[in-house]
């Protein structure tokens, strides 16, 4: 691992950022959208509109360059005004090679979608950090390059060329990353961290005990003390373990544990590197204490959890 938690994470979750589309519109509209259990992605590259959650919320309202990132699990509505019926995307005429829709009359808003697929590890890693909805404004530190980053996706809709899906895909990728950089600034300057549940983000966006998570990180195998990690976050043990609960939602030693069974699902669904060399690899002395481990925090054996990843 690269000792960069942020990286880390988006890797062992295989964590990749699809551009499925978009749609124009103007006069009176609406659309209901479904996240259909995946990170889903708006920006709104023109005009505004409202956002309507399905649970009763207030509507947000959405601004030329704002991004929001929905966790999936409901569906929503954006729309011109509160009150209007929604349309679903399948009753939407599309381009398909723009691959965007037409709503109402006009083009006085345009909006660009995606979602970030998360298959790969049941989105456990990533959803359990993130809010169930992120709103990072047109103001926000990273604005200027989502900016940018929109403007090229556009653009590669436009053009058509060869290689534009692969490159719009990575383009959503990487607003995606931009999106979660905005939530660790507006976390860290916070007390109570803006919005973010506990969880290892929430905990990264910690200046103090973002060292320690960088040590565990970065040398997962490492028989980390407490003593060790408080150390380097220069707090005392008891300081520390408060702290870095409070933040990560589970105690320092727990979390450690919980990232070396990450690192091992991701390398039991890619790798076939023997279940024994797995163990030493993520700090465990042996396959039997290291099978224990893994069934008691995923809720299978690794060798079972191999054979149903690659079935």
């Avoid at 988006?10 to 589309?21: I, K």
């Avoid at 509505?77 to 965007?100: H, I, K, Q, Y």
């Avoid at 220069?234 to 070396?260: D, E, H, I």
Wanted: hydrophobic share 45%; charged share 20%.
């Amino acid at each position: 691992m690269s000792g960069d938690p942020l990286s880390d994470a988006l890797a062992v979750a295989d964590a990749r950022g699809v551009f499925s589309g978009g749609f124009t519109a103007g006069g009176r509209w609406a659309i209901r959208l479904r996240g259909r259990d995946r990170l889903k992605v708006n920006v709104v590259a023109r005009g505004g509109c409202l956002l309507v959650a399905e649970d009763g919320a207030e509507p947000v309202a959405l601004s030329e360059g704002d991004v929001v990132v929905s966790d999936g699990r409901r569906s929503y509505v954006l729309c011109s005004e509160p009150g209007l019926v929604p349309v679903e995307p399948a009753d939407v005429t599309v381009d398909p090679l723009t691959r965007m829709g037409t709503l109402g009359e006009g083009e006085d808003v345009v909006c660009v979608s995606g979602h970030i697929d998360l298959s790969r590890d049941s989105g456990d890693l990533l959803r359990r950090a993130l809010p169930e909805l992120i709103h990072v404004r047109s103001t926000a530190a990273e604005a200027p390059v989502l900016r940018w980053l929109t403007r090229q996706l556009m653009a590669e809709m436009a053009a058509g060329r060869a290689g534009s899906a692969f490159s719009s895909d990575h383009l959503a990728q990487l607003m995606f990353v931009q999106v979660l950089r905005a939530c660790l600034g507006e976390a860290g300057s916070t007390p109570s961290g803006g919005g973010l549940p506990p969880g290892w983000l929430r905990a990264l966006a910690d200046e103090r005990l973002a060292p320690a998570l960088r040590l565990m990180h970065a040398d997962p195998a490492h028989p980390w003390r407490l003593a060790e990690l408080a150390a380097a976050a220069a707090m005392s043990r008891t300081t520390f373990a408060v702290r870095f609960r409070q933040a990560a939602g589970v105690p320092p030693l727990t979390y450690l544990q919980n990232w070396r069974m990450s690192l091992a699902a991701r390398a039991l669904r890619e790798d076939a590197v023997p279940v024994a060399a797995l163990a030493r690899s993520v700090g465990y002395g042996s396959e039997s204490a290291f099978s224990n481990a893994f069934k008691r925090t995923v809720g299978v054996a690794p060798r079972r959890y191999r054979e149903t990843a690659r079935s």
